[in-house]
């Protein structure tokens, strides 16, 4: 034990004792975090990493409601008088006239409504009877 020690503890012989153990444990365990340096993840693996889940979510999300887009798009450029329909709020009617931006459906009889083009859902097949 050396006299810096002791000063610095300002105690009994045993507390000089445990300081200097105290300060050998914590400079060997400093030694031990540089002896050995981990490889760091990052860089390239990070970048991979990214594009993968960039890649997931374009083929399970992405393309498939751009591919439904397009298809809803087409059906609503499609439209004509006489086509029955359904609208986004469940109205089922047939088409009596159409603007590029309105569709005039008949409901009932004595019904006819005026919907936004956007707000036609689908297009129902007409079902056609066996004679």
């Not at 006299?3 to 004792?17: L, S």
């Not at 860089?43 to 979510?57: E, H, K, Q």
């Not at 986004?88 to 569709?103: F, L, N, Q, R, W």
Request: glycine letters at 6%; proline letters at 3%.
């Amino acid at each position: 034990m050396t006299k810096d020690t002791a000063q610095r503890c300002k105690g009994t012989f045993y507390e000089a004792v445990i300081a200097e153990k105290e300060n050998a444990m914590f400079a060997t365990l400093a030694y031990a975090q540089n002896a050995s340096p981990q490889p760091q993840g990052g860089g390239i693996n990070f970048m991979v990493m990214i594009a993968l889940m960039f890649a997931i979510f374009y083929f399970l999300l992405i393309r498939p409601q751009a591919k439904k887009t397009k298809e809803h798009q087409a059906m609503l450029a499609a439209l004509q008088v006489g086509d029955r329909v359904v609208t986004s709020g469940g109205m089922h009617g047939e088409i009596k006239a159409i603007t590029p931006d309105v569709v005039t459906i008949k409901v009932d009889d004595k019904t006819k409504i005026k919907v936004d083009r956007a707000a036609i859902a689908r297009k129902l097949q007409v079902e056609q009877t066996a004679s």
